[in-house]
């Protein structure tokens, strides 16, 4: 298998060639988790994963709880099916905890305080009620709970973590939190095995080729229990090895060629995070420019980056500046400016493409 092979495989399996499916829930769940701290960009990681999409319809599963968007891996936010919340919190949640201990004891975030504020939030969202952050910071501070700094994000965190809260329907711009039984009231739990199997089974069949390592910096999980799910879900996976490494996937026939495919990508994107190794898509001089895949909406071309992209929001209108990293033919250019317009569309407006000039 060629770096070629595995990038094709990849563009396939994270559903960036060939796109199969038209809701946004069935991708999350087919992907178990997509990173969303940054919910704009993450809204368009759908989009440009699902033919028709719009920003309209993804709202709108949020809002109905169809997505649910909480702190489940690492940590950050992710979006997460309602059906597989349950025992992927079940699963992830104390090595979280464990990773987070040290940012509670430098805030200066106790038990007490922490068992305190849950009961808070308990008794404020109790009958289905949904409360943004600025409607819960006064009641914390009722009770004489700091709210500034990092203090509510911690708070809010610890009570996602435990399965007590998790995100409900937007009001405006503003997000809420919501109990989690009331969200999804029959929360699904597994037993640590067959949990370590789905989640990796659900990795390696939308992210594969992937090491184990790979699977271990996405889930969060120590390398022990990443290897125990991968030894559970061996029977769906077939693997080669590479420089030394097994890198494992789910067996597929396609006749899909990677000739110039293109996509503009948001920051995070499951494309490059996903992978604690990520130099088969990114040129060792174009790391720092491109933010290690990670931290600027990258230009994929042929699954490579080829350059960064940034947009400049008007009111029906959005200007999108290409910053290539390599020369860029004619043919890639015009792909460029359809995936600016594939872009736009999907927040109903229309699109503007600059190149730098010579």
């Not at 790391?287 to 009111?315: D, H, M, Y």
């Not at 792909?335 to 600016?340: L, T």
């Not at 407006?349 to 190149?355: D, I, L, M």
Request: hydrophobic letters at 40%; glycine letters at 8%; charged letters at 25%.
């Amino acid at each position: 298998m060629s770096n070629r092979d595995i990038l094709q495989q990849r563009l396939i399996n994270q559903q960036l060639m060939g796109l199969k499916f038209t809701k946004a829930h069935e991708l999350v769940s087919y992907m178990g988790c997509i990173q969303a701290q940054d919910f704009y960009g993450a809204k368009w990681a759908l989009g440009t994963r699902i033919k028709g999409l719009t920003d309209t319809l993804v709202e709108k599963e949020f809002n109905e709880g169809k997505i649910i968007r909480t702190h489940v891996l690492r940590p950050t936010w992710h979006f997460v099916s309602p059906g597989d919340i349950g025992w992927m919190l079940k699963l992830t949640a104390p090595q979280v905890k464990k990773l987070m201990a040290g940012y509670l004891v430098k805030e200066g975030i106790d038990s007490a305080i922490l068992k305190q504020s849950k009961k808070i939030f308990e008794t404020a969202l109790t009958g289905g009620n949904q409360l943004s952050r600025e409607e819960l910071i006064p009641l914390l501070k009722g009770q004489n709970i700091k709210t500034g700094d990092n203090h509510l994000s911690f708070l809010l965190l610890d009570a996602e973590l435990d399965g007590l809260i998790c995100s409900g329907a937007r009001k405006g711009k503003q997000f809420t939190y919501m109990l989690l039984q009331d969200r999804v009231p029959d929360s699904k739990y597994l037993d640590k095995d067959e949990a370590l199997a789905e989640l990796a089974k659900r990795y390696f069949i939308s992210r594969g080729p992937a090491t184990v390592h790979d699977f271990a910096w996405w889930s969060g999980l120590t390398i022990t229990d990443a290897k125990r799910g991968l030894e559970l879900s061996k029977p769906n996976l077939d693997h080669q090895i590479i420089n030394g490494q097994a890198y494992w996937f789910l067996p597929v026939i396609t006749e899909q060629k990677l000739v110039n495919t293109v996509r503009l990508l948001p920051a995070y994107d499951e494309y490059y995070v996903a992978y604690k190794n990520r130099s088969f898509g990114i040129d060792d001089k174009h790391n720092t420019l491109s933010g290690s895949g990670i931290f600027k909406p990258p230009v994929v071309v042929n699954g490579q980056i080829a350059g960064s992209w940034k947009r400049i929001e008007k009111k029906d209108k959005v200007f999108i500046e290409i910053e290539p990293f390599v020369k860029v033919s004619n043919q890639i250019a015009q792909k460029i400016v359809a995936e600016a317009k594939r872009y736009a569309r999907f927040f109903d407006k229309k699109s503007e493409v600059a190149f730098p000039t010579a």
